[in-house]
Nanobody, 121 residues
């Protein structure tokens, strides 16, 4: 079974920075896309950024130029560098990955437990 474990959330003032990490562990043959979603109170979960195994990246318009997603395939880890944080970035951030456990299995959409990011004004 595959687990995604996030770290790096916390409380920061507006304009500050945080770096989130998400490490995948367990039975892993291949990880396709990895990404970060967030969910603020009373709102739907939304995509923040994602990256393919080949390095292509996608960002939500609201974070372009401020957030950077990166990936270490050797460590099965994805990062989210968040700069110039705004109060509206406050949310629970979830790691997501499309993980194939073995060569003969289908990829499974896998989620982390979430990490809180709070940006004070």
């Amino acid at each position: 079974q595959v687990q995604l474990v996030e770290s790096g959330g916390g409380l920061v003032q507006a304009g500050g920075s945080l770096r989130l990490s998400c490490a995948a562990s367990g039975s892993i043959f291949r990880i396709n896309h990895m990404g970060w979603y967030r969910q603020a109170p009373g709102k739907q979960r939304e995509l923040v950024a994602s990256t393919t195994s080949g390095g292509s990246r996608t960002y939500a318009d609201s974070v372009k130029g401020r957030f950077t997603i990166s990936r270490d395939n050797a460590k099965n880890t994805v990062y989210l560098e968040m700069n110039s944080l705004k109060p509206e970035d406050t949310a629970v951030y979830y790691c997501n990955a499309d993980v194939q456990a073995a060569w003969y299995t289908r990829p499974t959409d896998t989620w982390g437990q979430g990490t809180q990011v709070t940006v004070s004004s």
